[in-house]
């Protein structure tokens, strides 16, 4: 991807910007760029650099988040700002570079520290304490509250990895990190995508080796932050983690894309094509807080004998959640591939009913009083009419995020 139209490449110590800003590493990349580390010359304080491949299409895609994160960034330094923004990314500068490979827009953001999807790993995909859980599920609907309410942005892709820690480490030293942030991650959508090569297994035991010494020094993972502005929603609520990634973002009245959101964090009304608002986001945010608690991801659907995986994928939500309505299940443009006139699914005929509630016993041995709360918290935002699920500033206020783990920890 080194080529015309591709990503820039950088060299430690290279200058953006007429020198403003100079490279210190590689935090990571995605799709559309790589991110770096950067030495802001006139702050004095450390960026995050996202320098967009050159190509057309990528342009355009930076345009689209630049407008979006202009948009917040604007409103946050207005005089009356919310304090919520903070639970957001902010885009601090944005300028072009012209390089062998092209014209790159690149963006220039507040420094962050691991995903939660490293979170996720550190704990070995056995989930985190529900205090943990608890604290992070603020964080992400005073974001998302803040983007929905404050700005009329949809996030579209909400996902663990698009939810950054806020870190107090000096990014200037931090080896652990720069060995491991390579490794650990893991291509858009798929966790489990092609596993089986020699050399992904290297990089697997590479990564537990990592895993393990990083465990051995966990303080280097502190998510502290400065004190918020006291505010209605977060009286008590440090700024743990921020809502990252606008590049598939819109605004609810100019919807771009149809098909939105990374496969498994994906609301039904998507993949039927019926139409989506604000209320997607609360679906991934449902499913995100699942995974934090149990390690594992709620729906891993999979292309099957005679099934798609979207069938599958509503299959699954089905086992959990319940029959869809009929109604609801023959309401989209794509119902008709799925779903039967009766609201039956077409191929996927016998379904394994396994409720939330006893999935979190059963298979996560959850204590029954714990399991019990945190359904109740889950379960009205995967509800499959879209305008029944309760919005983030009605779930803020969902006794769960105030009760007390337990279980000891
Ligand atoms: P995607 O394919 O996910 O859309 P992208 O090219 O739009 O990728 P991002 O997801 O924005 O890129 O960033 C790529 C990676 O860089 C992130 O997964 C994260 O590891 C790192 N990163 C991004 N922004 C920051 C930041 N502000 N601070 C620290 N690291 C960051
Ligand atoms: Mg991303
Ligand atoms: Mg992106």
């Known amino acids: 991807s080194y080529r015309k139209g591709g990503y820039h490449a950088v060299r430690i110590g290279d200058q953006f910007a007429a020198g403003r800003y100079i490279a210190q590493r590689k935090l990571g990349w995605g799709h559309f760029s790589t991110v770096w580390?950067?030495?802001?010359?006139?702050?004095?304080?450390?960026?995050?650099?996202?320098?967009?491949?050159?190509?057309?299409?990528?342009?355009?895609?930076?345009?689209?988040?630049?407008?979006?994160?202009?948009?917040?960034?604007?409103?946050?330094?207005?005089?009356?700002?919310?304090?919520?923004?903070?639970?957001?990314?902010?885009?601090?500068?944005?300028?072009?570079?012209?390089?062998?490979?092209?014209?790159?827009?690149?963006?220039?953001?507040?420094f962050l520290g691991d995903s939660l999807l490293r979170l996720i790993k550190f704990s070995r995909y056995k989930g985190l304490p529900l205090?943990?859980?608890?604290?992070?599920?603020?964080?992400?609907?005073?974001?998302?509250?803040?983007?929905?309410?404050?700005?009329?942005?949809?996030?579209?892709?909400?996902?663990?990895?698009?939810?950054?820690?806020?870190?107090?480490?000096?990014?200037?030293?931090?080896?652990?990190?720069?060995?491991?942030?390579?490794?650990?991650?893991?291509?858009?959508?798929?966790?489990?995508?092609?596993?089986?090569?020699?050399?992904?297994?290297?990089l697997k035991r590479r990564a537990r080796r990592a895993v393990a010494k990083i465990s051995g020094r966990k303080d280097s993972m502190v998510e502290t932050g400065e004190a918020p502005k006291p505010d209605r929603n977060i009286d008590g609520v440090d700024v743990r983690c921020k809502i990252v990634d606008f590049g598939n973002a819109c605004f609810a009245d100019k919807p771009i894309a149809q098909e939105i959101q990374t496969r498994q964090y994906r609301a039904p009304e998507v993949i039927l094509e019926a139409g989506y608002s604000f209320s997607v986001d609360m679906w991934s945010f449902a499913c995100i807080a699942f995974e934090l608690a149990t390690g594992d991801m709620l729906f891993t659907p999979k292309v099957g004998q005679g099934f798609s995986e979207d069938e599958d994928h509503l299959a699954l939500m089905m086992e959990l959640l319940g029959k869809i309505p009929r109604k609801i299940a023959t309401a989209g443009a794509k119902s008709k591939d799925f779903f039967d006139r009766h609201g039956d699914l077409k191929r996927i005929r016998r379904l394994k009913f396994w409720p939330l509630n006893k999935l979190l016993i059963d298979r996560y041995k959850f204590p029954e009083n714990d399991a019990h709360e945190f359904s109740e918290f889950l379960l009205p935002l995967l509800d499959f009419a879209p305008e029944k699920r309760p919005t983030a500033q009605q779930c803020l206020q969902h006794p769960w995020l105030n009760c007390k783990d337990s279980t000891p920890t």
């Open 37 to 110: 580390l950067a030495y802001d010359t006139t702050t004095s304080a450390y960026v995050a650099l996202k320098i967009q491949k050159s190509a057309s299409q990528f342009v355009d895609a930076a345009l689209h988040e630049i407008e979006i994160l202009s948009s917040i960034a604007d409103c946050a330094s207005s005089s009356n700002a919310s304090s919520n923004v903070k639970f957001v990314i902010q885009l601090i500068d944005h300028f072009k570079h012209t390089g062998p490979n092209g014209q790159h827009l690149c963006m220039v953001l507040e």
């Open 131 to 202: 205090d943990r859980v608890r604290e992070i599920c603020k964080c992400i609907l005073i974001g998302l509250d803040y983007l929905h309410r404050e700005h009329g942005i949809i996030h579209t892709d909400l996902k663990p990895e698009n939810v950054l820690l806020v870190s107090t480490i000096d990014p200037a030293k931090d080896p652990v990190r720069s060995e491991t942030a390579p490794i650990l991650e893991r291509p858009e959508g798929n966790i489990n995508g092609g596993v089986t090569s020699l050399i992904e297994k290297r």
